[in-house]
């Protein structure tokens, strides 16, 4: 059997089972068995595979056929200009959070040292990015999950920013240290009873603990802008991602907790996604 048989192989399995990206599944799975790049197995399509290989590759296809995020299968997401660490103790980086970084750096400039808090930093995908681009800022990332800690430590390890990252294994509501220039967060805003409503994908497969945000989805967001108010500095902003239906709430907790809403950032699908608010007192 050679590479492309391997994909059709796996194609069929796939498609059969519903994976609507059956096709580049089976080929970024397949080069990740290979230790090589799509790109690189594209072009060896027809370079035999050996039977050990072709057992390894038809195991995570068996995998990805229940549901099982590519990224958790294959440990690694990209997000903003990197690649990421990631398994089931993390949500998975999703396009649409990176307009916190895009917002992050209008505000900023290239040689701005800004203090920078990240509330539920998963992975640690969004304060990693930022201090990627802004190299004289430093950051303090808060987790509730040691597990998901550990990952955001390997990551900030892996691009050289270990030294530049406090991380903190705390609750915000627990949280009393020093004041920032900017509050970035992708807190939980999924309410309970949507959890099950959830692709698969999801529901099945990524951390409930960066998803449920209790009944009405702004549990932890109203949580976060109270705590804001005592750790942002005068002027500071608070840079936060909500769900689909809760720019109209998320505005008024922002303002009648006396932050200015500088920015409404709409994601790919034109959905309200990302907040920016400054504290003005």
């Not at 391997?6 to 994976?19: D, M, Q």
């Not at 103790?89 to 808090?117: C, D, G, M, W, Y």
């Not at 409930?208 to 500095?233: V, Y």
Request: with cysteine.
């Amino acid at each position: 059997m050679n590479n492309l048989q391997a994909i059709n192989f796996a194609n069929k399995i796939l498609k059969v089972n519903k994976i609507k990206s059956h096709s580049l599944d089976s080929e970024l799975i397949l080069a990740k068995t290979l230790n090589s790049t799509r790109e690189n197995l594209l072009i060896n399509l027809n370079t035999k595979l050996k039977k050990k290989r072709f057992n390894n590759f038809k195991k995570l296809i068996l995998r990805r056929k229940k549901n099982e995020p590519v990224a958790q299968i294959l440990k690694s997401k990209e997000f903003w200009k990197s690649s990421f660490f990631i398994d089931e103790n993390v949500l998975i980086p999703r396009p649409e959070t990176e307009i916190i970084i895009e917002q992050f750096l209008k505000f900023t400039s290239k040689n701005s040292a800004k203090h920078i808090l990240d509330v539920g930093t998963g992975s640690g995908c969004i304060i990693i990015s930022i201090l990627k681009e802004r190299i004289n800022c430093y950051g303090t990332a808060l987790d509730i999950s040691k597990k998901a800690l550990n990952i955001a430590k390997f990551n900030a390890k892996m691009h050289h920013l270990q030294n530049k990252i406090k991380f903190i294994n705390i609750d915000i509501d627990k949280f009393n240290h020093n004041k920032y220039d900017f509050i970035v967060s992708n807190p939980p805003y999924i309410k309970n009873f949507d959890i099950k409503r959830l692709e698969d994908s999801v529901r099945l497969f990524e951390p409930h603990l960066a998803l449920d945000a209790g009944i009405d989805g702004l549990s932890i967001i109203k949580k976060l802008i109270l705590k804001s108010k005592l750790l942002l500095k005068k002027n500071g902003k608070i840079i936060i991602e909500i769900g689909e239906n809760q720019k109209y709430s998320a505005m008024k907790l922002l303002q009648i907790n006396g932050f200015y809403i500088n920015n409404v950032c709409r994601d790919y699908q034109s959905y309200p996604r990302v907040l920016v608010a400054t504290k003005s007192f």
